[in-house]
């Protein structure tokens, strides 16, 4: 309770969230003396498992010490790394840690914070990194480090900028002030709330000709989990105080800026760093990186065959256009896995090298070197199996289209570059052929805002058109919210192409906005139909996304997951699915019934054997079709899109992505958890009741919470079942409505301790799962049909029912009236009937409370004992029609 106590007081001196005072005057410096000694919690009350990690980035090559803040972090075991190039050596909880606002220490209570130590790789790529850490019970939400290239040295005045007691300056809000950096590194810094917002400068020596480029990574960081956002600005000064340049958002990292320029003569020159958007965020983390490094922001072309070398042009660095001699991989990779950086060295994974890169102009003029610092993220490119048509010189207008001799499938390359252009092409395409044809703009960092038209050319009989811009998350194999979350991939069309004639068709490619330059490139894929299928974790109801996003088993035990299934763009493959898992540990099995791609959700059984090892895995669960015949052209698996920060609304901008399943075995489980299998079907209209037994292990004897996470359509549950400290059975109902399509389903009810967690995050709760009994919905076992009454006030009446049989029954079943209006009551016993009976009269008593009038919707509850268990249904719509009561005519005596 302590912990949900914390999480719902929310004080000013608590947690990230709370809203800074005026950071410089001497009522702040008070609040922060007071809340280092009031607040020994303050990112726990969030109530994650992990809530915050900082540093969030170092060099490759180096060691680095990292410190978590949350909930539990008693026994930290081991750091689940999503990526390959670090690992972790050292977990030490801790109890006293950096204020996230004041710099100073503070003491937090015991397992709320832990210090590990991360070792990188020397070859590690720069970039993100996902990852999770396993304590003993429990695995932490997804949070995320970065590597750069270069040395990482930390903003000196990161909470408060004012000046000393002997009036020195502690401050970097001016140029004045401003810290000095060596060319090439990465500073960690902060910018926390206002007012007044913070100003961070940084100043560095270069010379006549250098290139400096500045890139930021805020947004992209997910520092915290909800109510983080982040949106800097960054730009460059000369020591004239002289704007070199400028950025905020880009089409190659949206919120995150990036600037590079030539040095036009030897000096200092200043990087201001600052919010451009003032988000309701106590503190804002920042990696800037700084240095000589090339800097493109597009590639153009932003594709090439397969298995052929590619002469990519680089567009967007400071020195101009640069060259780039890739060989792409043979085979391409599903998803993701078809994406190329530029940059990718040849000792990364077997990925291929950039055999040459040089600038293709001015070299004389800034003397580039060949072996200049590689950028901190990439330039990426789509490898796909088909050849590549390029834009021939000029407008292609679409009375003079281009006309492409090649057949589909093919990738179409080139740029927009005057305002409104559109260009023409002319291609055959073949009846019954399906293509998803796929703009690539803004996914690979274009500034073209892509919008395609499809349509026949002339000659072509076909009335079928297309006019596309923007898309789902569903055409890019992902999922996510359909209008609350939206990233740059979704403003590229996707659609599907099947034409209805053999002929020749006409497509054009220009901007929605009619905008024009050399950087809104695009490439265009006609790519052959694969049909598809995903699985995904689905929200539990009012409750984050991140919670409760993988899977935690204890040795002996299972969970059940409901995963919701999302059919593949253009899929039409009706047949059954299934689910397969690889890289499972040992000891540990997954069950799912097979499905079908419009199932919605399924429930998903996990399994771990008594003797399974502890420890923490990514899996790969793969979609596919029962039928091996038709898994040749088939593909399929589970997703997941988490915000990197929440913010109110559910509108987050900047997005975790994986392919993996992160599972862990724990210890720690409190109980067991079994249901006793019915006897008897639920039957539509109807309940029934179903046995829960827990069994406490050792140390607990607390109270158990259980739902079911997942029914099968048409059914309903009870509210949450609470079995009591000292009891070992409870019965939790279901009812099926009237329409619950007949079958049989697995079901599974969920458990964990009543007390001891975070409700609202899970953190904290040992959650276990009882093994899949078989749930069967069938016809009810009889229809009852009430026949019309009519009964005075003040009288007991009867109404008759006549009963239909459908399935037999041992015993009797006694009916009961339900929906009667005030006043009136059915009078006891009971009716009785057995499997034999046709009819049955009900004894109605109707009092004068009762009004008169015509009471409809009056239904009748049967229950039915049938092999030692008992089910409830409901039948029959009758009518009661309550009239005055009779006056007995008053007597005189004769005279």
């Not at 810290?179 to 810094?189: K, M, W």
């Not at 803004?442 to 072509?460: F, M, V």
């Not at 990233?487 to 068709?505: A, C, Q, S, Y």
């Not at 052209?633 to 609304?649: C, D, E, K, M, S």
Request: proline share 7%.
């Amino acid at each position: 309770m302590k912990h949900q106590q914390q999480l719902e007081k929310r004080t000013h001196e608590g947690g990230p969230r709370a809203r800074m005072a005026h950071r410089r005057s001497p009522l702040f410096l008070t609040s922060l003396i007071l809340t280092s000694l009031l607040a020994g919690t303050a990112h726990a009350q969030f109530g994650y498992t992990v809530e915050l990690l900082y540093p969030q980035v170092g060099q490759a090559g180096t060691t680095v010490d990292v410190t978590i803040e949350g909930n539990f972090l008693h026994d930290p075991q081991e750091v689940l790394f999503y990526q390959p190039g670090i690992r972790c050596t050292k977990l030490t909880p801790v109890t006293e840690v950096t204020h996230f606002q004041s710099g100073s220490v503070r003491k937090v209570d015991e397992g709320n914070a832990a210090r590990l130590t991360f070792e990188i790789a020397k070859d590690a790529e720069p970039g993100e990194y996902q990852l999770r850490v396993r304590t003993r019970d429990n695995l932490s939400e997804l949070m995320t480090f970065w590597v750069t290239p270069f040395p990482v040295v930390h903003e000196q005045h990161a909470w408060t900028d004012r000046d000393d007691n002997d009036g020195s300056p502690l401050r970097n809000d001016s140029a004045k002030h401003a810290q000095p950096i060596a060319l090439n590194s990465t500073v960690s810094g902060y910018l926390p709330a206002g007012p007044p917002q913070d100003d961070d400068w940084y100043s560095v020596e270069c010379k006549s000709g250098q290139r400096l480029s500045v890139e930021v990574v805020a947004a992209r960081l997910g520092t915290y989990h909800y109510d983080g956002m982040n949106d800097p600005s960054v730009s460059i000064f000369d020591s004239n105080r002289r704007l070199l340049g400028r950025n905020d958002d880009n089409a190659l990292h949206a919120q995150d800026p990036v600037v590079s320029v030539i040095i036009p003569q030897d000096g200092r020159y200043f990087i201001h760093i600052r919010q451009q958007m003032d988000y309701e965020t106590s503190m804002r983390h920042y990696a800037l990186h700084v240095g000589t490094f090339t800097r493109p922001l597009v590639a153009f072309p932003l594709g090439g065959q397969a298995g052929k070398r590619s002469k990519i042009t680089l567009l967007g660095d400071a020195s101009g256009e640069l060259m780039a001699d890739v060989l792409l991989p043979s085979s391409p990779g599903p998803f993701e896995a078809a994406y190329v950086d530029v940059f990718a060295s040849e000792s990364f994974n077997g990925k291929p090298q950039a055999t040459a890169f040089a600038p293709l102009r001015n070299t004389d003029a800034f003397g580039l070197p060949l072996n200049e610092p590689r950028p901190p993220s990439p330039n990426r490119i789509h490898s796909a199996s088909f050849h590549d048509v390029f834009e021939a010189a000029g407008r292609n207008a679409i009375d003079n289209p281009q006309p492409i001799d090649s057949t589909l499938p093919l990738a179409i390359n080139g740029r927009i570059e005057s305002e409104g252009e559109v260009d023409w092409y002319r291609f055959t395409a073949k009846k019954g052929e399906r293509y998803r044809l796929r703009a690539y703009a803004k996914t690979l960092d274009s500034e073209l805002d892509a919008r395609i038209w499809l349509r026949p050319a002339p000659g072509n009989a076909s009335r079928r058109s297309y006019d596309e811009d923007d898309t789902r998350w569903e055409p890019h194999d992902l999922v996510g919210h359909h209008y609350r979350e939206q990233v740059k991939d979704r403003l590229d069309p996707i659609f599907m192409f099947e034409p209805d004639t053999d002929g020749d068709w006409l497509i054009g490619i220009g901007d929605t906005r009619r905008e024009s330059g050399p950087h809104h490139v695009y490439r265009v894929e006609f790519q052959p139909h694969v049909d598809s299928t995903f699985v995904f974790f689905t929200a539990y109801p009012s409750l984050d996304e991140i919670v409760r996003d993988r899977i935690v088993l204890f040795p002996g035990h299972s969970y059940m997951h409901p995963m919701g299934v999302q059919p593949g763009f253009g899929s039409t493959y009706d047949g059954p699915l299934q689910l397969r898992a690889t890289n499972l540990p040992e000891g540990v099995t997954i069950k799912a019934e097979p499905f079908t791609q419009d199932a919605g959700v399924i429930p998903v059984m996990f399994s771990a054997t008594q003797d399974a090892k502890i420890g923490a895995d990514l899996i790969d669960l793969i979609v596919e079709p029962v039928d091996p015949k038709a898994r040749a052209n088939y593909r399929g698996g589970f997703i997941q899109v988490l915000p990197a920060t929440q913010r109110r609304g559910g509108f987050a901008m900047c997005f975790h992505r994986t392919r993996k399943l992160a599972l862990a075995v724990g210890e720690g489980a409190a109980f067991d958890l079994a249901i006793d299998r019915p006897t008897i079907p639920l039957v539509r209209n109807g309940e029934l009741a179903l046995n829960v037994r827990v069994t406490r292990h050792a140390g607990f004897d607390g109270d158990v919470y259980c739902e079911m996470d997942w029914l099968p359509d048409g059914v309903n549950k009870q509210p949450p079942l609470i079995i009591k400290s000292g009891e070992t059975d409870a019965v939790y109902k279901l009812r099926a409505s009237g329409n619950a399509p007949p079958g049989e389903y697995p079901i599974s009810i969920t458990g964990r301790e009543n007390e001891g967690g975070i409700v609202r995050t899970g953190a904290g709760f040992h959650y276990v799962g009882s093994p899949f009994v078989s749930l069967t919905v069938g016809e009810p076992y009889v229809t009852i049909q009430l026949a019309r009454a009519a009964i005075e006030r003040d009288t007991i009446g009867e109404i008759t029912a006549e009963v239909t049989h459908h399935k037999p029954f041992s015993g009797e079943a006694t009916l009961q009236l339900g929906r009667l209006p005030f006043g009136v009551e059915q009078v006891k016993p009971f009716p009785t009937i057995k499997s034999d009976d046709k009819s049955a009269t009900f004894q109605v008593k109707v009092t004068n409370d009762c009004l008169v009038g015509q009471y409809k919707d009056i239904y009748c509850e049967v229950t039915v004992n049938d092999g030692g268990q008992q089910i409830r249904q409901q039948s029959g719509s009758g009518t009661l029609r309550v009239d005055p009561e009779r006056k007995t005519p008053a007597t005189s005596d004769s005279p």
